[in-house]
């Protein structure tokens, strides 16, 4: 960390870039690939350094004897150089080079708060976990309803086609329910349950009325689509996938944005802020320092697109500091870093499933189930204690490596190691958090990183709301385990008031800080991604987000900018921007 120093010599390119977009991961591959594809001459500005798909992917279909240190990170090193990353807890050698060094890109957190980040080409679409829901309007219309935070000034059927358009690109696997609180897709043929879990799902349809299960709606396309090869099920994903099976930037939109003679991408491109000309009111260029250099760029484009992901977008519009925004860049309102949300979880349980010993699974299925929200869909599921509501994620399958709990030696233990154990089912709880302007990102007056950008100041944590949730977590979770017939149930929740375990961050879901609204004295951003006050800025990623629901939200940061893309070329061309 140093002091702020003075700035060096600025150089600026005399390219005149139609678009420019910061950021390469889910929405910024997004952006990069609708804008070239209705003819903009994009330049794409990534921080981190560049990644070949498949080249690069160094340990796909490793085994664990043939990785560093047996698949097995080393806890000394973590604490050293990852400690806020490995907080994870799903971390391992085949992935640690997508997750930035905690040492060389610091933050400070006044209220715990796990930022994890991928700093490359293709962000966190390298190791996100794929789960792709749409939101509807019971998610869109609570605020308002409720009388909390803003409105959000969209609903569902303005972005249905859109979820459709995305879903056609990406490859959802999934099938269709018919519930109103998740609607149906644009779905590939559904991954198959396991055993255990049509046991499980046998057991949910008997004793209850009130809620179901489904197979995850997974990016992992079941068949081949467009060009890609079906899932072939070799796993684990996080190691890479060279057909392009699961859904990421370096898979699908990056190639596509590059197939069109359009893009220039530029890694290693640490943006320090967006300019703003003071006469038009518009942004006119961007602001880079060379991650290696340290030499100091200005880009000039027509249109700029934020998808740095929420924090790292609403930083660099605090650090876009004029005359005219004082305060950050388009916060006339004050709104700018504050509501950051997550949803919380590490709410948990596990059983042991009966029977079923002549039944086991093949291959790696990248996917779980998901039970969706059962709480506060109408007055029979209205709760007294606490607002809105949770799903579930998990999966049921055979214990493996039980090596600990058998006792003998020689030949007769090794039989014993060779037969799988019992059939387990576990239930993970993902709670939505709702908008408080106290949960708060700003930038530190005095500290600053390598580059000389101000630190982030995070302060947030869950509320009495969630606190409430979370106890209805832990108690459906053991009773449908119960209903199902499992037996030593064992349930956590890891939460610890002010300390490390279920903080806000770790379901690496942040959203909020730069939210969308109808009103310009309450929001940053219109219905468009548009920002009310800088009519050729747009913000696409989580920030842009007025509440969180309980889904998994990257499709809708998808379809968000394909909409905000179709909306900007649209205005331009009207000479409306």
């Not at 966190?124 to 803003?150: H, K, P």
């Not at 880079?288 to 930083?315: H, P, W």
């Not at 956590?492 to 730069?514: C, Q, V």
Request: aromatic share 8%.
């Amino acid at each position: 960390m140093t002091e702020h120093s003075t700035a060096p010599m600025i150089a600026t390119s005399s390219e005149p870039w139609d678009a420019i977009v910061v950021g390469s991961g889910i929405t910024g591959g997004f952006a990069a690939m609708e804008l070239t594809r209705r003819g903009l001459r994009t330049l794409v500005l990534e921080r981190g350094p560049d990644v070949v798909h498949g080249r690069d992917y160094l340990y796909e279909h490793k085994r664990p004897w043939q990785m560093p240190s047996r698949g097995m990170l080393q806890r000394r090193h973590l604490d050293e150089v990852k400690p806020v990353q490995s907080r994870t807890g799903f971390m391992h050698p085949g992935m640690e080079r997508w997750f930035v060094d905690d040492t060389e890109y610091p933050y400070l957190e006044d209220r715990p708060f796990s930022w994890i980040r991928g700093y490359q080409v293709g962000g966190r679409s390298l190791t996100w976990g794929r789960q792709s829901y749409r939101l509807s309007d019971l998610d869109f219309e609570a605020n308002a309803r409720e009388g909390i935070a803003v409105d959000w000034p969209i609903r569902y059927q303005e972005l249905a086609p859109w979820y459709d358009y995305v879903e056609g690109i990406v490859g959802i696997s999934g099938r269709n329910e018919g519930l109103g609180q998740l609607p149906d897709g644009n779905f590939l043929p559904a991954m198959a349950f396991s055993r255990g879990e049509e046991h499980f799902k046998s057991a949910l349809d008997a004793h209850f009325d009130d809620r179901m299960m489904t197979i995850g709606r997974t990016a992992v396309i079941t068949q081949p689509h467009r060009g890609r090869a079906g899932c072939h099920y070799c796993g684990p994903c996080s190691m890479g996938c060279s057909t392009g099976s699961y859904f990421s930037s370096q898979s699908v939109t990056l190639p596509a944005a590059r197939a069109t003679g359009l893009m220039t991408l530029r890694p290693d491109s640490v943006v320090e802020s967006v300019l703003v000309d003071e006469t038009t009111q518009r942004a006119s260029a961007v602001r880079v320092i060379d991650r290696v250099s340290k030499e100091v760029v200005e880009y000039r484009g027509k249109l700029i697109f934020l998808c740095a992901s929420t924090i790292a977008s609403t930083q660099i519009m605090l650090n876009s500091i004029s005359d005219r925004f004082p305060n950050g860049l388009a916060n006339d309102s004050g709104a700018l870093g504050h509501y950051l949300m997550d949803h919380h979880f590490k709410v948990s349980a596990r059983g042991r499933l009966p029977g079923m010993l002549d039944r086991y699974t093949e291959g790696y299925r990248p996917n779980g189930i998901y039970i969706p929200r059962f709480r506060n869909l109408n007055k029979t599921s209205t709760q007294p204690d606490f607002l809105r509501g949770y799903g579930y994620q998990g999966g049921s399958g055979r214990q493996s490596w039980r090596g600990r709990e058998m006792q003998g030696f020689g030949e007769g233990l090794k039989d014993q190691l060779r037969e799988p154990g019992p059939w387990t089912m576990g239930l993970g709880a993902f709670g939505e958090m709702l908008p408080d302007a106290a949960n708060t990102m700003k930038l530190d007056a005095a500290q600053t990183d390598a580059w000389g950008m101000p630190l982030v100041r995070i302060s947030c944590e869950i509320g009495p709301n969630e606190l409430a949730m979370r106890k209805d977590m832990a108690t459906n979770a053991v009773e449908m385990l119960e209903a199902a017939g499992a037996t030593d149930i064992k349930s956590s929740d890891r939460y610890t008031p002010g300390g490390i375990g279920a903080e806000a961050g770790l379901a690496i879901h942040e959203m909020g800080t730069a939210r969308m609204g109808r009103d310009p004295a309450t929001s940053v951003l219109n219905g468009f991604n548009q920002a009310h006050s800088v009519a050729n800025l747009f913000v696409t990623d989580g920030s842009c987000m007025t509440s969180s629901a309980c889904q998994n939200p990257s499709l809708t940061y998808m379809a968000l900018t394909a909409r905000a893309v179709d909306y900007a070329v649209d205005a331009m061309n009207r000479r409306d921007i």
